[in-house]
C-alpha cells in the first residue's frame, strides 16, 4: 500500500511539470511578424540615403475578450550600430478577440552595420510580465564611394548672397574711394574731408548704390560678433537661381575683408545608394 501511495505520489508531480507550461505559456497577445517599411519607400528612384524606417509589429489578440485602447505597451530594444529603445502605447484603437492589428514605430538605422531588434509586449497592469517576444536582425549597407550618379542630384534654386566687411583701417588720404563690383558693374562711394569716413556711413552709402540696381538687393548688416568697428555689407540676388561674381576695392582710411558666400544660387543635394537587409526570426 505504501509502495502504491509513493506511485501515486510520483505520478502527480509528473503531472504538474507536464502541464504547467501550457498555464504558463498562455498569450494574450502574441506578436506574428515584423514589417520594414523605408521612408520614403526606397522604391524612389534616385532617392538620398533613408535614415529612418517604420518599424511595423504584427499582433493577434488571441484573448476572449476585446483588448482595450492603450491597455499594453510595446517596447522595441535596438542593440548595434544604431543601439536605442524605444516604447509604443497601444493599441490604438479597441481590437476585439482573435483579430490582428499592426503596431508601428518610427526608428533610426542611420549607421551601417548589423543590428539586432527585439520587440516585446506586456499589459501596463502587469509591466514585469512579457506576454510574447520576437528578434529581428537589421543590417545596414552603404554603398563605396563611386562616380556621381547625375541623374540623383537635385539643384534647388535660390538667392545668392554675399557678405562683404569694411573697416579695418588703412592709411588713407584727402580723398577716398569704396567700390564694390558686381557682375561688370562697379559702386563706388567717394569720402572727402567734408563727408563722414566711418565705416557704418560708408557701409550704407554703398548698399544705397547697389539698391538702386534692379538685380541686387543691399543692407548695412551692423557689426559682426566681436569686431565693433567693422559693418557688414550683405548683397542678395534678386532672382533665384541666377548667379553674380563680386569684388571690392579700397583706396583709403578702411579697407576690405575678403568678401564671403553666404549662399549659393543653386541648393544642390547629392544622394548615393542604400540597402537594407532585413530578416526576422519566424517570419
Known amino acids: 500500500m505504501r509502495i502504491l501511495k509513493s506511485f501515486i505520489k510520483q505520478i502527480l508531480f509528473f503531472g504538474i511539470i507536464l502541464l504547467s507550461p501550457i498555464f504558463l505559456f498562455s498569450q494574450d497577445i502574441r506578436i506574428d511578424s ?68 499592426t503596431v508601428t514605430q518610427t526608428i533610426s538605422m542611420i549607421n551601417p552595420g548589423p543590428n539586432t531588434v527585439t520587440a516585446e509586449v506586456y499589459l501596463d ?5 512579457i506576454i510574447d517576444s520576437k528578434v529581428a536582425e537589421i543590417t545596414v549597407t552603404r554603398a563605396a564611394a563611386s562616380p556621381l550618379n547625375t541623374p540623383s542630384l537635385t539643384q534647388t534654386p535660390r538667392q545668392q548672397i554675399v557678405e562683404i566687411l569694411i573697416g579695418t583701417a588703412t592709411t588713407g588720404s584727402s580723398t577716398e574711394t ?3 563690383t558686381l557682375s561688370g558693374t562697379t559702386y563706388t562711394h567717394t569720402v572727402t574731408a567734408s563727408t563722414s569716413r566711418s565705416a557704418d556711413n560708408i557701409a550704407t552709402a554703398l548698399a544705397t548704390l547697389i539698391n538702386a540696381a534692379a538685380p541686387f538687393n543691399a543692407s548695412n548688416a551692423g557689426a559682426p560678433s566681436g569686431a565693433a568697428a567693422k559693418r557688414i555689407i550683405r548683397i542678395t540676388g534678386v532672382t533665384s537661381g541666377t548667379s553674380f561674381n563680386y569684388s571690392a576695392s579700397a583706396s583709403g582710411t578702411l579697407s576690405f ?13 547629392i544622394c548615393s ?11
Do not use: H
Not at 60 to 85: F, P, Q, R, Y
Not at 125 to 129: F, H
Not at 275 to 282: M, Y
Open 125 to 129: 497592469d502587469s509591466p514585469g510580465t
Open 178 to 180: 569704396y567700390s564694390i
Open 34 to 101: 515584423f514589417q520594414g517599411i523605408a521612408v520614403p519607400s526606397p522604391t524612389i528612384p534616385d532617392a538620398c540615403p533613408t535614415l529612418t524606417y517604420d518599424f511595423g509589429t504584427v499582433f493577434t489578440n488571441t484573448s476572449a475578450v476585446t483588448l482595450t485602447t492603450s491597455s499594453a505597451t510595446l517596447k522595441i530594444t535596438v542593440i548595434g550600430t544604431n543601439s536605442a529603445t524605444y516604447y509604443a502605447d497601444m493599441p490604438v484603437s479597441d481590437v476585439q478577440s482573435q483579430t490582428s492589428f
Open 273 to 283: 545608394n542604400e540597402s537594407i537587409d532585413f530578416n526576422t526570426s519566424g517570419g
Open 257 to 269: 575683408d575678403s568678401p564671403n558666400v553666404i549662399g549659393g544660387s543653386q541648393s544642390v543635394e
